[in-house]
C-alpha cells in the first residue's frame, strides 16, 4: 500500500486505551504483521472512501424518508419545524 522508497516517514507516539491497545495487537497477530501497519490501514485512504461511502447511503436514506414525510404530511414542513425546535427555550 505505501512504497518505502518514496514514501516520507514520521515517527510518532500515539495514546490507545489499554482494551484498543490490545485489540490492535491481536490483529496484528493474526495478520502477521506490525502494529503499525494495522493502525495505517485503519487511517488511511481506504478507510476514507468508507466513510464517504456511508455518508452518501446515510443521505439517500434520509432523502427516501423525507420524502415519505412530505407525502404522508404534505401540510406540514419540517424544515421549519426542526428550525423552531432549535430555537425554543
Do not use: C
Not at 464517504?52 to 434520509?62: D, G
Request: proline share 3%; no cysteine.
Amino acid at each position: 500500500m505505501y512504497d518505502d522508497i518514496a514514501m516520507k516517514w514520521v515517527t510518532t507516539n500515539i495514546r490507545f486505551p489499554e482494551d484498543l491497545y490490545v485489540e490492535l495487537k491481536l490483529e496484528a497477530a493474526r495478520r502477521r504483521t506490525s502494529l503499525a501497519s494495522i493502525i495505517r490501514q485503519k487511517v488511511g485512504p481506504q478507510k476514507i472512501s468508507t466513510e464517504k461511502t456511508q455518508v452518501k447511503k446515510i443521505m439517500h436514506q434520509l432523502e427516501k424518508l423525507a420524502q415519505e414525510n412530505s407525502r404522508q404530511n404534505p401540510r406540514i414542513s419540517f424544515s421549519q419545524k426542526l428550525i423552531a425546535m432549535r430555537y425554543e427555550q
